[in-house]
């Protein structure tokens, strides 16, 4: 049973740093495209940034500059620095896995965390 169990989040202040961090079991790690996505309150789930498996990263234009992806493959883990938070960050963050190459869509993304609440004070 595939499972993706992500932590980190929290209440910061506009300007602080957050890192989440998303534990994976169930898969080959290795394999797959990690994915961030993120819903604020009334909006749809937009895409964040994915970690492809062989390396390259894609972050989204509105994340860019400022959120950066990693994994660890010998953790299972795949993290989202994010700092310079704007109120605007505020949602509940998700991670995803996808056995495709690096995409924004959520629906190449087969499995998916249960998500952790960011909130950014102004």
């Known amino acids: 049973q595939v499972q993706l169990v992500e932590s980190g989040g929290g209440l910061v202040q506009a300007g602080g740093s957050l890192r989440l961090s998303c534990a994976a079991s169930?898969?080959?790690?290795?394999?797959?495209?990690l994915g961030w996505f993120r819903q604020a309150p009334g909006k749809e789930r937009e895409f964040v940034a994915a970690?492809?498996?062989?390396?390259?990263?894609y972050t989204a234009d509105s994340a860019k500059g400022r959120f950066t992806i990693a994994r660890d493959n010998a953790k299972n883990t795949v993290y989202l620095q994010m700092n310079s938070l704007k109120p605007e960050d505020t949602a509940v963050y998700y991670c995803?896995?996808?056995?495709?190459?690096?995409?924004?869509?959520?629906?190449?993304?087969?499995?998916w965390g249960q998500g952790t609440q960011v909130t950014v004070s102004s």
């Open positions: 995803a896995a996808s056995l495709y190459y690096i995409s924004d869509s959520i629906g190449s993304y087969a499995y």
């Open positions: 169930g898969l080959t790690f290795s394999r797959y495209t």
């Open positions: 970690h492809g498996r062989s390396g390259g990263t």
